[in-house]
């Protein structure tokens, strides 16, 4: 292999002086010193890309070469490399542009780079994308869509142009490989010639930075978009108008991804209308993006109206299928067998699936987790299911284990993560989120890196040198910001859980406000029980939780043993998941020795305190944060304190209708009266609740 | 004298099985039992309803005989009595009325009966209702007015004569004996033929209680109901109009008390439209009224928009006039030079005005104090007042001792309260205004009363053997009950000054909620200052408060020494009148060794706090409270703990901004953002600030 030799001068004159509102992300401009470059000679807008990365950003010795090697190595897999202080190798072009960046960011955060090899835990990295073509974003809080507005919607302008390649740049900063544009609900407008056009300027943006595109598609496109009679996958009309939709869109996108599938679930259309399967469904897809390399993921979020426990159905629907779907295709399975919840065990069909593909799916937006209101830095969610063991092929087969292809043999592995990227200035709404972008890019690279090294990368590459009046030494900024806001980050998840959805309690916010706030009462007449959340919590005046024992919808038996029985036993059954799996006596003795009401309160108190902490703590980080940012997120944790409070004082005064127990003297008082509450959950919305008529 | 024998057996058959919705106020019906009531013989209303309470109340030795003694005695002053266990002795009817509700009341609450004499504190103990022809009610926040109302508003009922009855014994069994039925901002319309028949009918229903009748009057009302072209009060056609009225209202009323004259204040016509000053106007309306025996009561809340320190102005415009009163009228005067506000030092009139008859007015109705939401037991806010030393003719010139004629000869005393009634089945909307209520006339009846043993005796009356299930002794009530309760009273007035106005701040609420919670940014452009909270904050870079100094707007030169030292001097002027005397630099050095800013903090915090233990006081005694009351005492404790946290945030971060010193992590941080909140008191009021869209 020839090499050319690069040398560029690049002189440190971007300053800090540039306002920190958040756009560059990760990625804030520095001073760098002059490198020089030797990569292959060869056309490559991925390399030049890398080049370019190196030359802008190097802060290693001043007059270094680094040496940009591809080469075939087996030690080496997907898109991983090999890192020395010399030199990046790789298989693939991204692979060296992924080394470029960890050795970037190794000299940014100062971490010691030792020689060795880094592969990804998945082949496929991915963003899902919940927009819609008019540019709103479904669950989506930073915003309208980055690509698509409701405007002359295919005009690509250099704006547009310049923030696809800043977003790309983004993820492939994080190793995240492949996105998908359009939300699950998909509109079949997508796949019209017009779209398409625009699908290709938007891969064209994302293509020097190696993210691949995919689409979702609705189901019956052939139908809405073809004007066929059926959108039957077995019906040769039908596959016939598929093969051609793929031939135009890889003609446009020739790298294509792929296409992701909601069918048969939650009202959309799906193969089950015409009597078919899921498998029937994917691999109809499967087979027509096959000549092209291309993926199809298949949702597996399916529940019907009628069933007694929603929880149990993706496993039912999906385990006997266990084996049918090509090869190609990748059964996609959010993290927890209800939808996304602050707290649920792992979905049971992971591991459950041995012959199938199988990805999780996480929601990086916050549906659940406070909207861009409250601070959630979500890896350790993602990092808890990822390592629990699943004992589908004896202990150690975790979640991870049994997706990445280390437990079972697939053929393809990935892992998406719905995005919360939107058009505010800093892309997620909450300076904050913008951590859970990161982490998800960096567990999805390797799933068992800890949430607290990610958290510390993320705030450094994020936070230092961005105050006015810089720290005093690196110590004093490590002791007085660091260590503090990665606790802050680390603890932030469980203390929604606690003021909100505590032991194992799960869907009961409120569906007036989009998911936000409490609404344990939710239930107009009429609505479908299992969109209710008293469905879910089964208060009443006998006890609290759901039981799925196996003496009740016996859920725990999806299990695999020894969970089953931990689980559907209360004295084994891990408080954090108590509700889930039990219906239980309000008095019931819990392993602190509280009842399980007073334990409740607590964990609804506990959570409260908590936030009021991290505002300390936030506080007391003031003159480490540029006043831009440090305002917003005091801000933010203002309201989310107002918020924890209104979900602590909704949920105890709720259950306390049934529990007829008092509020322990330790927990703080209410703030609110529960009318008050009920009534600011009913739209349209109403006065505040503290201040009554 | 001759008396004759009555003997009455009334069995004991009142129960405790009536709903406790508040409406029997103190005077809950309980079980009694027989006696012997020997009174004058004499056909008079009033003997006969101290007969009929003691038949209905009796609680002593069952067969007991009671006398009733009209008899002139010089020890008796005014209303007063002397009692024993066996008689009640009086000078006029109305002191044997009140020896008798005496009587009871030492029964019910197992107070010791000494023989001895009681006078009351003030001739005159009278409530002003604010109360509108067309049944509204000024600061009202217990529903409509018990005397007028919009529809059929001419026709009077069974049931209104039932309620005024009810109103009537309600203050007569407290010593009130005065009502002065209709808002001081008058309207002509109330001396109407129409609204006098009214009148009548009220008075009539009044009159068996001791409760005389006034009215308050327009002063332009012989242009606007009499049709003259002028109200100037040297003008012969007005005197002669004023003259026939009255003359009108007595043949109707003929034990009328007099008028209540808001005049030349606050946009309401009065003599100086004339060029006359306020004594001429009221010795007009008091030279009109003599001949019946009648008072005017003319009040000295006056001040006008251009002057530089609204607090002086009363005292600037009625101390000239000292002296030119005639000695029936008196001149009422509001506990603080400002309105009303949770703390103000005593108006400087007290102790000046030393040839004029002067009256303390005070707000029963908690327009500052929280509406009907708040609990705020009044009482040590008033004997703050009454106690307070003017020093005027010597040390011991109490403001009670200036205004009861102890100080000073005055041919009348007078206290007035502005009534917290109306409509709502329990009188005051918040259960524990009753006791504002029931204070105002113990206070008014002897002015050195402590509030303690008035909360105490209205707890006993009001609570005791309300419970589904009673107290299983007298002392476990008094410890679990109307010990912690009591204090909980005593401090709830403390609580509200801490969390909204501490240290001296005053006027600081919104103006949009009806002076219902934190304003102190509120000043709509054009408005006046005076009207707007920043006019009397002060706050600003340079520090907070309203510099009242010798070198400021010299208000303390009003009072006289050693006041006008001390209170000048920071070092000496206590803590609590800080921020009214004087603007101080946000780290002036408080006695506590911190900074005001983080003294101020501390302040607000410590209400928060404290309201939440009124919470837990309140929760810990629902045994001994009937589930009525004690829920609807509980909720409106939650709703004033999130408005407590309301006023903490809004007021610590408005000043915030001044101070730029970050809060004392000792206190708990913002659940709110000063936008949210000021665009919560922005009008038409949008959704609640702790979710933000």
Redesign the interface.
């Known amino acids: 292999m020839k090499n050319i030799l690069l040398s560029f001068c690049f002189l440190g004159t971007v300053s800090g002086l540039r306002a920190e509102d958040g756009h560059q992300l990760w990625l804030r401009p520095h001073a760098a010193t002059p490198v020089t470059v030797v990569a292959p000679a060869k056309n490559s807008v991925l390399l030049a890309t890398a080049r370019q990365e190196l030359q802008q950003g190097w802060q290693g010795r001043a007059g270094a070469t680094v040496t940009l090697a591809l080469k075939k190595d087996k030690a080496i897999r997907y898109d991983g490399f090999r890192l020395s202080t010399q030199s990046v190798q790789a298989n693939t072009e991204r692979g060296i542009l992924y080394g470029v960046y960890e050795l970037l960011r190794r000299q940014q955060t100062g971490q010691a780079l030792a020689d060795g090899i880094s592969n990804p835990s998945y082949e496929h990295r991915l963003l899902n994308h919940w927009d819609n073509p008019d540019g709103s974003v479904e669950r989506g809080y930073a915003g309208q869509s980055i690509f698509w507005r409701k405007d002359s919607a295919l005009v690509v302008t250099k704006r547009d142009q310049k923030l696809w390649q800043e977003y790309a740049r983004a993820n492939a900063s994080i190793g995240i490989n492949g996105s998908v544009l359009n939300n699950v609900n998909a509109s079949p407008l997508i796949l019209s010639a017009e779209y398409l056009g625009r699908v290709k300027a938007i891969a064209d943006a994302l293509r020097p930075y190696g993210v691949k595109t995919y689409l979702s598609v609705k189901f019956s496109s052939p139908v809405l978009l073809g004007g066929l009679k059926t959108a039957d996958p077995l019906d040769p009309a039908v596959i016939k108008w598929w093969q051609s939709k793929a031939k135009e869109i890889y003609q446009q996108v020739p790298d294509f991804g792929g296409f992701l599938v909601k069918a048969s679930s939650e009202g959309q259309p799906g193969p089950q209308d015409y009597g078919r399967t899921h498998a029937d469904g994917a691999n109809m897809l499967a087979d027509v993006v096959r000549p092209y390399g291309g993926l199809v993921m298949w949702r597996a979020f399916v529940y019907s109206p009628s069933d007694k426990d929603r929880a149990k159905q993706a496993y039912n629907e999906f385990v006997p299928l266990d084996g049918k779907f090509r090869d190609n295709v990748i059964v996609q399975v959010k993290n927890g067998p209800v939808d996304f919840q602050p707290r649920e065990p792992f979905s049971p069909l992971f591991g459950a699936l041995k012959k199938t593909a199988v990805m999780p799916e996480f929601q990086i937006t916050q549906e659940y987790l406070g909207h861009e ?1 409250d601070l959630a830095y979500l890896a350790p969610m993602w990092e808890e299911c990822l390592q629990s063991d699943t004992y589908q092929a004896g202990p150690g087969s975790t979640v991870a284990r049994c997706t990445d292809g280390s437990v079972y043999r697939q053929a393809h592995s990935a892992m998406a993560g719905v995005s919360n990227v939107g058009l505010d200035t800093n892309w997620t709404g909450h300076d904050f989120a913008q951590a859970n972008w990161y982490a998800f890019g960096r567990l999805a690279w390797n799933s068992s890196t800890k949430s607290a090294q990610i958290a510390e990368e993320w705030l450094k590459l994020t936070f230092q040198n961005a105050a006015a009046q810089p720290a005093a030494s690196a110590a004093d900024w490590n002791a007085k910001f660091l260590t503090p806001v990665t606790q802050l980050m680390l603890a932030s998840r469980e203390a929604i859980v606690d003021y909100s959805m505590p032991m194992g309690l799960h869907h009961i916010m409120s569906a007036t ?1 989009g998911h ?2 409490p609404g344990p009462w939710w239930g107009p007449p009429g609505m479908r029980a299992d969109w209710t959340p008293p469905y879910y919590h089964q208060a009443a005046a006998n006890g609290v939780g759901f039981d799925r024992t196996k003496t009740g919808s016996d859920a725990v038996s999806q299990y695999h043993e020894p969970l089953a029985s931990q689980f559907n036993d209360p004295a084994t059954c891990p408080d954090q998941y108590l509700l889930w799996f039990h219906h239980l006596p309000w008095d019931f003795k819990m392993k602190s020795g509280r009842t399980l009401w007073d334990e409740l309160a607590l964990h609804y108190d506990r959570g409260v305190q908590q936030v ?1 902490q991290f ?2 703590t936030w ?2 980080a ?1 003159p480490y944060v540029d006043a831009e940012r440090f305002g917003a997120v005091q ?1 933010k ?3 989310q ?3 924890a ?2 979900w602590k ?1 909704a949920c105890l005064l709720y259950f306390q209708q049934f529990s007829r127990m ?2 322990p ?1 330790a927990v ?6 529960l ?2 509450l009920i009534i ?1 959950d009913t739209p349209p ?1 109403p ?6 008529p």
């Open positions: 209101i406000h936000y706030g009021r505002q300390r506080d007391q003031q801000n944790l203002r309201t304190s107002g918020n409070v209104m004082d008092p509020i003297a703080e008082p209410p703030m609110h009266t009318e008050a600011y919305r006065p505040r609740p503290a201040r009554q």
